[in-house]
């Protein structure tokens, strides 16, 4: 019986389009301290519970409404396909579990499985390819208070953001090329924008994001929790491997919340600005996801082309994602391969950049 396998895992969805189902996961979303920060933790329970949830799950539900599938939550349905075919892939010998960070399959009732499978040592593959609190910091945390309190014999080694990985980069241009053939086609690279507070809180110099000039460009240890610097260098390293001149391609932010400063420029407002500049003929890809979600089918496939369109924009294309393809596939298992074969995944965040990732009430 195998003792070693891949814990795959991504954010979650509802379990139905059911507004009272929508409520309950963002209830669980929204109330992650590492999501909504905001201390002290009642404050942040009173806007959830008290004033988010109750206006913003009708909508959501909508919204999911519009992308869900016969067989479920889009992200679900795909992150399904990525286990299956990385099973596939790599065997019999190395088994692939999948979990999310919120509902179901929970991270705890996967770790009791794999625990009662016999597995001793895990992969952990947090489906992020950037560093951010909220996304990639919450999982690994989660699964590691988990794995302590269900199975504390069970190592756990982790795959580390892979933002400018050449494997990763190369995947995403295999995957990305054939919408990039148009000359006259702008390419919007949009990713998922968090409060600028948490660059900030993750700069242990405080010193340097969002203070310094150019500070994404300019060298600093801050670089290795700064979502912001890392999805610059995926930016960076697919626009060199795609061969795409600086007036043809742009950075923006989607997905934010009312209330503090996010990330800018704003993705719904570029789209409008491209239009007035007569960059009509539009390319979206959301490097942020790996799989295909509510951020990208319904808010960008769906709600930012249609505002692209009745703007006055000629051509709207949105990239898909990753999602179960094979360069994703591959890149996956070449990863997992090294592992197997003793190839350390790196020293974990913890150990090399921050206290806050084992320990949540720190930073």
Not at 215 to 232: E, G, K, P
Not at 326 to 350: Q, S
Request: with cysteine; aromatic share 8%; hydrophobic share 40%.
């Amino acid at each position: 019986m195998p003792s070693r396998a891949v814990l795959l895992v991504n954010l979650g969805s509802p379990d139905s389009t059911a507004v009272a189902d929508v409520r309950t996961y963002l209830r669980e979303f929204l109330g992650d301290e590492r999501v909504i920060d905001l201390k002290p933790r009642w404050v942040a329970k009173l806007l959830v519970n008290g004033i988010i949830c109750p206006t913003r799950a009708p909508k959501s539900a909508q919204a999911y409404q519009e992308v869900w599938t016969p067989e479920g939550s889009p992200l679900l349905v795909t992150s399904r396909a990525v286990r299956e075919k990385l099973a596939t892939t790599l065997g019999t010998e190395t088994p692939v579990y999948l979990a999310m960070r919120y509902r179901v399959p929970s991270i705890a009732d996967t770790l009791a499985q794999m625990k009662a499978d016999g597995i001793t040592e895990v992969l952990l593959f947090p489906q992020y390819p950037h560093y951010a609190m909220s996304s990639w910091e919450t999982v690994v945390v989660k699964v590691y208070a988990e794995a302590a309190r269900l199975a504390p014999e069970m190592k756990v080694d982790c795959v580390q953001p892979f933002y400018e990985d050449a494997d990763y980069v190369e995947a995403l241009h295999t995957v990305s090329a054939p919408y990039l053939q148009d000359p006259e086609a702008h390419v919007l690279f949009s990713y998922h924008g968090i409060p600028e507070r948490h660059l900030r809180k993750g700069d242990a110099s405080k010193a340097h994001c969002l203070t310094v000039a150019d500070c994404c460009n300019t060298c600093s240890a801050a670089h290795a929790m700064c979502y912001r610097a890392q999805v610059m260098k995926t930016t960076a390293a697919f626009v060199k491997r795609a061969g795409l001149p600086p007036d043809r391609w742009s950075v923006a932010f989607q997905s934010r919340l009312a209330g503090e400063p996010w990330l800018t420029p704003y993705t719904d407002k570029e789209i409008l600005r491209f239009v007035t500049e007569g960059k009509k003929n539009l390319v979206v890809l959301t490097p942020a996801f790996v799989a295909d979600c509510l951020e990208t089918l319904e808010e960008i496939a769906g709600e930012a082309k249609e505002d692209f369109m009745a703007a006055g924009g000629v051509k709207f294309q949105h990239v898909p994602c990753l999602n179960d393809q094979p360069p994703y596939i591959d890149f996956m298992a070449g990863r997992v391969r090294r592992w197997l074969a003793g190839e350390t995944p790196t020293a974990t965040h913890a150990q090399t950049t921050s206290q806050s990732l084992l320990n949540p009430s720190a930073a």
